[in-house]
């Protein structure tokens, strides 16, 4: 299971980190997405990282305001959100999967999901 955390209200400009911890087995063994969905949007790849040699890969309305990372020990993948924007809304979901990628049907383990609404 899943469970993604650390959503809520923020000003444009401010940062949020989000976690996404698992229980019932072991995240450094999976590639691990973030994915968002905005109102009315279909749900879209933000970032994803590889199981075996951490690497990182970015949605281009991100890059360089968002990093993602691990922490084995924890069980827990974080993604840091700086500089956020009004369109940075949505609900954010992390996934398991075996390869790090923006396609939705690779993953087959998802979280709940956690709210993000960024507005002044």
């Known amino acids: 299971q899943l469970q993604a955390s650390g959503g809520g209200l923020v000003q444009p400009g401010e940062s949020l980190r989000l976690s996404c911890a698992a229980s019932?087995?072991?995240?450094?063994?999976?590639?691990i997405g973030w994915f968002r969905q905005a109102p009315g949007k279909e749900r879209e790849g933000v970032s994803c990282?590889?199981?075996?040699?951490?690497?990182?890969y970015y949605a281009d309305s991100v890059k360089g305001r968002f990093t993602i990372s691990r922490d084995n020990a924890k069980n827990t993948v974080y993604l840091q959100m700086n500089s956020l924007k009004p369109e940075d809304t949505a609900v954010y979901y992390c996934?398991?999967?075996?390869?790090?990628?923006?396609?939705?049907?690779?993953?087959?383990?998802w979280g709940q999901g956690t709210l993000v609404t960024v507005s002044s």
């Open positions: 996934a398991a999967g075996f390869a790090p990628s923006f396609n939705l049907t690779l993953y087959d383990y």
């Open positions: 019932g087995f072991t995240l450094d063994y999976y590639a």
């Open positions: 990282i590889s199981s075996t040699y951490d690497d990182t």
